[in-house]
């Protein structure tokens, strides 16, 4: 029973998981953004990124993995999802948010979590958990 599991396991080729502080791209433009985070993904990476990308980024993100998709050996684009949290904080909460955001330049409350196709079959939310689901 052990062996099954060890050969079902293999099929996933080497992945790990990294945790990327905003502070580590605040300072890059968009397209150096999407670069370094294509990067990563490309070598295999789930991304756990602090904070999100502006709805730009994000789109151009998509755009340019689709571009990949075909030209790229055994790449079949990304996963991503981003998590923020409930906004129930009344007038005063959503008016510190807004300038903690506003001098960080992100929502640092929020959490975007990308990864290869290759290696996320898909991710779930809902309000109590976030289910990763890796493909075999």
Same mark, same amino acid.
């Given at each position: 029973? =052990?062996?099954?599991? &060890? @050969?079902?396991? *293999?099929?996933?080729? /080497?992945?790990? %998981?990294?945790? +990327? ?9 968009? =397209?150096?953004?999407? &670069? @370094?985070?294509? *990067?990563?993904?490309? /070598?295999?990476? %789930?991304?756990? +990124? ?87």
């Amino acid at each position: 029973m =052990v062996n099954k599991r &060890k @050969k079902n396991f *293999g099929k996933i080729k /080497g992945f790990s %998981i990294q945790f +990327l502080p905003y502070s580590e791209i605040k300072k890059l433009d968009s =397209v150096e953004r999407i &670069k @370094k985070i294509l *990067g990563l993904v490309l /070598g295999n990476n %789930i991304i756990i +990124l602090q904070g999100k990308l502006e709805p730009e980024e994000e789109a151009r993100l998509i755009e340019d993995t689709m571009a990949m998709i075909g030209h790229v050996k055994n790449f079949r684009g990304i996963e991503l999802a981003v998590i923020a949290g409930n906004g129930n904080g009344g007038f005063f909460g959503r008016f510190r948010k807004n300038l903690v955001n506003a001098i960080a330049g992100s929502d640092t409350g929020a959490v975007t979590i990308i990864g290869p196709a290759t290696v996320v079959k898909e991710i779930k939310r809902n309000p109590k958990k976030i289910e990763l689901l890796l493909n075999r």
